[in-house]
């Protein structure tokens, strides 16, 4: 069981970047498979990045090579750090956590942080 709780959203110019953080707090960080997903105003929620408990790394195609999903397991937190942002960026980004698979819907989700991206 885990709380997870995001910061480091704001706005930007088309280009620019931000590092997202979610520190969690609980047990069993380690195990579980971490993900960052984003919602947009009257769009379905999208699985942007993975990070699974061997480190493996997943992303969308919407943002491979642009965002990079890690996280820092001594200090319980994950991060995504976005590059080259775009508006189409624009949306709340949520931390989640499942257990045991990648696959299945995580089971533990932060409050959101917005990220606004202007052209």
């Known amino acids: 069981q885990v709380q997870l709780v995001e910061s480091g959203g704001g706005s930007v110019q088309a280009g620019g970047s931000l590092r997202l953080s979610c520190a969690a707090s609980g047990y069993g960080f380690r195990s579980y498979c971490m993900h960052w997903f984003r919602q947009a105003p009257g769009k379905e929620r999208e699985r942007v990045a993975t990070?699974?408990?061997?480190?493996?790394?997943r992303y969308a195609d919407s943002v491979k090579g642009r965002f990079t999903i890690s996280k820092d397991n001594a200090k319980i937190t994950l991060y995504l750090q976005m590059n080259s942002l775009k508006p189409e960026d624009t949306a709340i980004y949520y931390c989640a956590a499942g257990w045991p698979k990648c696959t299945v819907t995580p089971t533990y989700w932060g409050q959101g942080t917005q990220v606004t991206v202007s052209s």
């Open positions: 990070i699974d408990s061997d480190g493996m790394t």
